[in-house]
C-alpha cells in the first residue's frame, strides 16, 4: 500500500515527517503549478472550487509516481469539502486512475468505531508499536506548531527588519530544511536554529509598519500556490501582518481540543451569530482583533465560488460602508495575470499608510 | 405591525407551511408576490457581487417589503426536516441580507433545525416572543403547520410522448421568472414533466447505495436520488438540469448524476442575471427534437 494525499500548504512536510517516523512512505505529488492546475481543470467539474482542481492534479501525479492509495478528510458540510472524496472518485476513476480511498469522516458522520477502523487501516503496514506511533504524533505536533511559532514572528518581524527580506529568507530556509529532514529530531534541531537566526536580526524598533489582519478561506490561506504567495508579498513591502488560520490551528480546534472549537463557536459574535459552515465565522471574528489590537485593515482572502466566505465578504463589505473598516476582499481563480493581485494590494496598502499618517498628524497616536 | 415575507429562494418548497403557520398566528401578513424585472434590478444593486441568482432575487425582494411593511421574516435555516443541510448561504442568509440591503427590521433569525420538531417550535416561540406574540399562540399555529411539512405531494400522471425529468433547487425550477417560463414552454412542445417531489422518499433514498458516504444536502440527495431512481426505472428520456451560475452544490450534483445515469441525455441550463431567452429556447427546443429523434430511432431498431 502506498500512500498519497493532496498537497495543503506544508502539510506534505509534516506527513513526510510522521510516516518516515514510523517506517512507511509516503508520495509526495508534484508541487502545484499552473500546468497542474490546467490538467485538473480539465477534468474537473465546472463550477467547482479552486482546491478541487488543484488536488485532482495532486493524485494525478503522485499515481504517475506510484501511489495506489489515497487519505482523504471529509466532513459533513455544509461546506463542498465533505463531498470532495466522493467527486474526486468519480473522476479519478472514469480517467482510470483507480485508488483506494481512506476517507477520514468526523465522528459524527460515521462513527467513532470506524474511524478507529479507518486509522488503523492507514497504519496497517506499519512495523511500530502504537507508543512509539504516539511518540511520532507528538514529534511533529511539536514540529509543526515550532514552525508555525517561526513564521508567526517572521511575519511580525518583516515589517520592523532593518535588511529587508532577512525574515522571509530565514522561513524559507528552514521550510527547505524541513523537507529533507531525516528524522524529527533533526527537524527539531533545525528549527531551533532558525528561532536562533530570527531572534538575532536587526530591528529598528522605530518604524511603523502597516499593520495588517490576513484571514480568509481555509485553502486559499494555506497553501501558497492558492493565494498566489501572497504572504511573501506583503513581508516584500515591509508590511507586519498576522494570519489567523494554519494547519496548527487546525489540529488543535479539531482534534486535540474539539472542545474549544465548539466554544469558539458559542463565542458570541454580533456581525455573525451562528456557525455557517466553513470557517466565515473565524473570518469575521477578524474584526474584533482588528479593532481591540490596533491593526489597521484586513486582508480577506478567498477562492472564486466559496459558500461561506461570500455571506463573510457580504458582511465586511456592509461594515465597510457603515463603520469605515478598511477590508480588501481578493478572490483568486485560475487565472495566472499576478499583475493585477500585486496593483491591489498595493493600493490598499497605500491607502492604508495614507490614512494612517493623516491619523499621525491629527494626534490619535504618538508620534516619533 | 404587518409582517413582510419575501417569495424568494425556499418560499416556495415550504410555502405550505409558511402560509399556514402565519394565518393560524393571527397577524398581518405581506407577501412579496412574484418575481419581476424590478425585483432582480433592486436585487442585483444590493446584493455582494459573489452571490448567485437566488440569492439576489431574495435581496430584490426584501427591498420590495422594506417599502410596504415594518418587520421581515427572513428564516435561518440550518437544517431541513429530513435531516440534510443546505448551501451555508441559507445559515447565513440574515446576515447577508443585512449587510446588503441595510435593512434592520428582520425577524424569526434564529437557527431553525426543522428536523427536531421540539427545537423548531422552541425557536419559533422564542422568535415571535420578540414580535409580542405569546406562547400558546405560536406553538398552536407550528402544530398545524407541521403537518403541511410532510403532507403528500401530488403525483401527476403522465401520457405524454416524451418524459423529461425537470431537476434543480425549487427556487429556480418554480419560479417562473427566473427561468424564464420554462415549463410552459416545455409543456407547449408537448413534453412531459417530472420533477424529483414525484419520487417518494424510500426510493431516493434506496439509490444512495453505492456511493462513500452519505450525502448531506437536501438537493444533492434529493435530485440525485430522483435522477438515478427515474433513469434506472427507464421512466425518462431526458434531464434538464436548471442550475444558476456559479452554484457550489450543484457543480458537486451534476457530476454525480452524470456519473450515474451514463449516456442517458442531459441538457445543464445555467441561469444567470443576463436573461437572453433566444439562446435559452433555441437549447431546450434542441434538446426535445434531439430527444425525439432519438426515440423515433429507438422504435425504428425494435
Known amino acids: 500500500m502506498r500512500l498519497t494525499y493532496p498537497r495543503l500548504g506544508d502539510a506534505h512536510i509534516y506527513g513526510r515527517l510522521l510516516f518516515q517516523e514510523i517506517g512507511m512512505e509516503l508520495i509526495i505529488p508534484d508541487p502545484n503549478s499552473q500546468r497542474g492546475l490546467e490538467r485538473g481543470s480539465s477534468i474537473s467539474p465546472e463550477d467547482i472550487c479552486l482546491p478541487f482542481k488543484l488536488m485532482v492534479d495532486n493524485l494525478i501525479s503522485a499515481w504517475e509516481k506510484g501511489a495506489d492509495t489515497v487519505i482523504m478528510p471529509a466532513t459533513m458540510g455544509p461546506c463542498r469539502l465533505g463531498e470532495y472524496a466522493e467527486v474526486l472518485k468519480v473522476v479519478l476513476d472514469n480517467h482510470g486512475y483507480r485508488y483506494n480511498w481512506i476517507l477520514l469522516d468526523s465522528i459524527s458522520a460515521v462513527g467513532l468505531n470506524e474511524l478507529k477502523k479507518r486509522l488503523a487501516l492507514i497504519i496497517k503496514d506499519s512495523n511500530s508499536n502504537s507508543s512509539e506511533i504516539i511518540k511520532a504524533l507528538k514529534g511533529v505536533y511539536t514540529v509543526i506548531k515550532e514552525f508555525e511559532k517561526l513564521e508567526k514572528k517572521a511575519r511580525i518581524s518583516s515589517g520592523y527588519e532593518k535588511q529587508p527580506g532577512r525574515s522571509k529568507e530565514i522561513v524559507n530556509k528552514c521550510r527547505r530544511g524541513l523537507a529533507r529532514a531525516t528524522s524529527i529530531d533533526q527537524a527539531l534541531g533545525i528549527l531551533e536554529k532558525s528561532h536562533n537566526s530570527l531572534n538575532s536580526i536587526e530591528i529598528d524598533e522605530f518604524k511603523q509598519p502597516i499593520k495588517i489582519i490576513l484571514t480568509g478561506e481555509i485553502f486559499t490561506c494555506i497553501d501558497s500556490f492558492g493565494n498566489h504567495n501572497i504572504e511573501e508579498k506583503l513581508m516584500d513591502m515591509g508590511v507586519s501582518f498576522e494570519k489567523t488560520i494554519s494547519i496548527g490551528w487546525w489540529i488543535d480546534n479539531t482534534i486535540i481540543n474539539p472542545l474549544g472549537g465548539y466554544f469558539s463557536n458559542k463565542r458570541f459574535n454580533e456581525y455573525m451569530p451562528y456557525c455557517i459552515g466553513g470557517y466565515a465565522k473565524e473570518t469575521v471574528s477578524g474584526i474584533y482583533r482588528y479593532k481591540k489590537q490596533n491593526f489597521d485593515g484586513i486582508i480577506q482572502i478567498l477562492p472564486v465560488g466559496c459558500m461561506p466566505e461570500i455571506v463573510a465578504k457580504s458582511v465586511f463589505d456592509g461594515l465597510s460602508r457603515d463603520e469605515n473598516l478598511p477590508v480588501l476582499s481578493i478572490v483568486f481563480d485560475e487565472m495566472v495575470g499576478e499583475a493585477g493581485y500585486i496593483t491591489r494590494i498595493e493600493a490598499f496598502i497605500d491607502m492604508l499608510m495614507r490614512r494612517k499618517n493623516l491619523n499621525l498628524y491629527k494626534g490619535k497616536k504618538c508620534c516619533i | ?302
Open chain 2, 1 to 302: 405591525m404587518r409582517i413582510g415575507i419575501p417569495e424568494g429562494l425556499l418560499f416556495h418548497r415550504y410555502e405550505r407551511f409558511i402560509r399556514c403557520f402565519f394565518e393560524r398566528l393571527g397577524v398581518d401578513v405581506i407577501y412579496s408576490g412574484k418575481t419581476n424585472r424590478k425585483i432582480l434590478e433592486e436585487g442585483i444593486k444590493s446584493c455582494v457581487d459573489e452571490a448567485c441568482l437566488p440569492i439576489k432575487v431574495f435581496h430584490g425582494h426584501v427591498s420590495k417589503l422594506s417599502k410596504e411593511c415594518d418587520k421581515i421574516a427572513v428564516f435561518r435555516l440550518m437544517k431541513c426536516e429530513y435531516g440534510e443541510s443546505i448551501c451555508p448561504k441559507f445559515c447565513g442568509l440574515p446576515e447577508l441580507v443585512k449587510s446588503g440591503t441595510g435593512e434592520d427590521n428582520l425577524v424569526f433569525t434564529g437557527p431553525l433545525y426543522l428536523n427536531d420538531k421540539n427545537k423548531a417550535k422552541k425557536a419559533f416561540i422564542r422568535d415571535a416572543k420578540l414580535l409580542g406574540i405569546p406562547a400558546y399562540k405560536t406553538s398552536r399555529a407550528f402544530e398545524s403547520a407541521y403537518k403541511e411539512l410532510f403532507s403528500n405531494k401530488q403525483k401527476r400522471d403522465l401520457d405524454n410522448k416524451i418524459v423529461i425529468a425537470l431537476l434543480g433547487h425549487p427556487y429556480n425550477t418554480k419560479d417562473s421568472f427566473i427561468n424564464m417560463n420554462l415549463i410552459d414552454k416545455l409543456k407547449k412542445m408537448g413534453v412531459g414533466i417530472v420533477t424529483e417531489e414525484d419520487v417518494s422518499e424510500e426510493d431516493k433514498l434506496k439509490q444512495q447505495t453505492g456511493l462513500m458516504k452519505k450525502p448531506y444536502w437536501l438537493f444533492l440527495r434529493d435530485n440525485f436520488g430522483a435522477a438515478s431512481y427515474l433513469s434506472e426505472k427507464k421512466k425518462i428520456d431526458g434531464i434538464i438540469y436548471l442550475s444558476s451560475f456559479c452554484c457550489g452544490t450543484d457543480s458537486i450534483t451534476i457530476e454525480m448524476i452524470r456519473n450515474r445515469i451514463k449516456d442517458l441525455p442531459m441538457l445543464v441550463l445555467k441561469l444567470d442575471e443576463h436573461t437572453g431567452e433566444a439562446g435559452f429556447n433555441t437549447r431546450i427546443e434542441a434538446f426535445v427534437e434531439l430527444l425525439e429523434r432519438r426515440k423515433k430511432h429507438e422504435a425504428n431498431l425494435s
